[in-house]
């Protein structure tokens, strides 16, 4: 999780610095992969759960348009178990995190750190992928904070995709050098979802694009403890299960009402309440006591929530990991947005950029900003979010659940049960 504080222009060169400096050692090495036949494609981006789920679309699109290619997937390890048994790639190779300026005590020790993390990542290269890639893409239209980018350098692939680092200012600063890591780059393009921003990538390749909804994957093991968990609760059969996700990275994005929302739904509804707190467990503890019928899910594989989610009813929840997979579960989703009517169009909170697809949906918003901020709420707290009335947020959950129609929605299948 990246600090709340808006970086200035010489943490962001400080940022980018180490990325040129392994590249220029790396440089002298490069040497282009010579190869007959379908290319070989590493796809290198680790992100959050959320960005992983609109990022299966491109996966999806980018296996059609190269059906006999060698696919192989760089992540994170938050999302290697969502990547694991995706259907359109060969391989996984999952990164642990790169180390936080915040969890040392001075900015030496943490270069150091830094070092020996570039260090591993040209080792992984030299091992796994030098001369067994032609195209490397890094999908990432913002900024690159992991150093995604190095790794398609590394690699060295004869052939580099990816976005520019002119497509926002804090890019060009963070990323600054990172045009020169790429054979193709991409320029900014207009406005729109995350989702087709990776899709233009498969546009500009030649290819079309015939499907552009997200989805998650499970296993017959996953379904079986995800049943498990529905029967210890009592919640199967035509019960309607609605889910809150409660919890988010960023605490501007975080609605602190859904114990209030869930009384004034009970008085209108018939339903069990489904917490996934994110982090939140206090909060999800707070709403058990006052709501006994609530349910949390704890300590929960990925794969096992989207399966759960996959049965209930309504998700409704923040901009946050759990709401994108359960939109990609073919749940129906509320977001709760921390974006005023009237905000930015591309901010980060923005739900016509990061909103969920591949559901039936409704956005709520502020009304209007609170206090001072502007373009977008940039505040550590909730904040612009409190704007979101419960009373209000419990009548439009009551009208779009009345619009959905149904008591209970019958299992979704997975796509590609392993």
């Given at each position: 999780?990246?600090?709340?504080?808006?970086?200035?222009?010489?943490?962001?060169?400080?940022?980018?610095?180490?990325?040129?400096?392994?590249?220029?050692?790396?440089?002298?090495?490069?040497?282009?992969?010579?190869?007959?036949?379908?290319?070989?494609?590493?796809?290198?981006?680790?992100?959050?759960?959320?960005?992983?789920?609109?990022?299966?679309?491109?996966?999806?699109?980018?296996?059609?348009?190269?059906?006999?290619?060698?696919?192989?997937?760089?992540?994170?390890?938050?999302?290697?178990?969502?990547?694991?048994?995706?259907?359109?790639?060969?391989?996984?190779?999952?990164?642990?995190?790169?180390?936080?300026?915040?969890?040392?005590?001075?900015?030496?020790?943490?270069?150091?750190?830094?070092?020996?993390?570039?260090?591993?990542?040209?080792?992984?290269?030299?091992?796994?992928?030098?001369?067994?890639?032609?195209?490397?893409i890094q999908p990432r239209w913002d900024m690159d904070w992991q150093r995604a980018t190095l790794?398609?350098?590394?690699?060295?692939?004869?052939?580099?995709?990816?976005?520019?680092?002119?497509?926002?200012?804090?890019?060009?600063?963070?990323?600054?050098?990172?045009?020169w890591l790429f054979t193709d780059v991409l320029p900014a393009g207009i406005h729109q979802h995350e989702v087709e921003r990776s899709l233009d990538i498969i546009r500009y390749l030649g290819g079309s694009v015939e499907d552009s909804t997200p989805e998650v994957w499970w296993t017959p093991d996953d379904k079986h403890q995800a049943d498990r968990f529905l029967d210890e609760h009592k919640l199967g059969g035509g019960s309607r299960i609605i889910a809150f996700g409660i919890g988010a990275v960023k605490p501007r994005r975080r609605w602190p009402f859904y114990g209030n929302l869930i009384g004034l739904l009970s008085q209108a509804l018939e339903f069990r309440p489904l917490l996934l707190s994110g982090g939140e467990e206090g909060i999800a503890r707070q709403i058990v006591a006052a709501h006994p019928s609530a349910v949390p899910m704890e300590r929960m594989s990925w794969r096992v929530v989207a399966s759960v989610l996959s049965r209930c009813s309504l998700f409704v929840g923040n901009n946050s990991g759990p709401i994108h997979v359960a939109?990609?579960?073919?749940?129906?989703?509320?977001?709760?947005?921390?974006?005023?009517?009237?905000?930015?169009?591309?901010?980060?909170?923005?739900?016509?950029?990061?909103?969920?697809?591949?559901?039936?949906?409704?956005?709520?918003?502020?009304?209007?900003?609170?206090?001072?901020?502007?373009?977008?709420?940039?505040?550590?707290?909730?904040?612009?979010?409190?704007?979101?009335?419960p009373e209000e947020a419990a009548s439009e959950v009551v009208r779009f659940a009345e619009s959905i129609g149904g008591a209970a929605i019958e299992s979704r299948e997975c796509k590609a049960p392993l």
């Open positions: 999780m990246r600090s709340e504080v808006s970086p200035g222009r010489l943490d962001l060169l400080r940022l980018a610095l180490p990325t040129l400096a392994v590249a220029a050692l790396a440089w002298p090495r490069r040497r282009r992969t010579a190869h007959a036949g379908p290319p070989r494609i590493l796809v290198a981006r680790w992100d959050g759960i959320g960005d992983f789920v609109l990022m299966s679309p491109f996966l999806r699109e980018l296996r059609r348009k190269y059906p006999d290619s060698r696919i192989t997937l760089l992540v994170g390890e938050n999302v290697a178990q969502f990547a694991e048994v995706c259907p359109y790639v060969d391989s996984v190779i999952a990164l642990s995190p790169e180390p936080k300026k915040e969890d040392f005590s001075s900015y030496s020790k943490y270069l150091l750190a830094l070092a020996r993390y570039a260090k591993d990542l040209m080792a992984l290269a030299d091992r796994n992928l030098q001369g067994k890639v032609d195209l490397a790794m398609t350098f590394l690699c060295r692939a004869s052939r580099r995709i990816g976005y520019t680092a002119g497509t926002s200012p804090t890019k060009a600063w963070g990323n600054f050098g990172h045009n939109a990609a579960a073919r749940c129906p989703v509320i977001e709760i947005s921390g974006h005023p009517v009237g905000g930015r169009l591309g901010h980060e909170n923005d739900p016509e950029r990061f909103g969920p697809l591949g559901a039936q949906r409704l956005i709520i918003r502020p009304k209007g900003f609170a206090d001072d901020c502007k373009g977008g709420c940039e505040r550590n707290t909730p904040h612009c979010i409190t704007g979101i009335k």
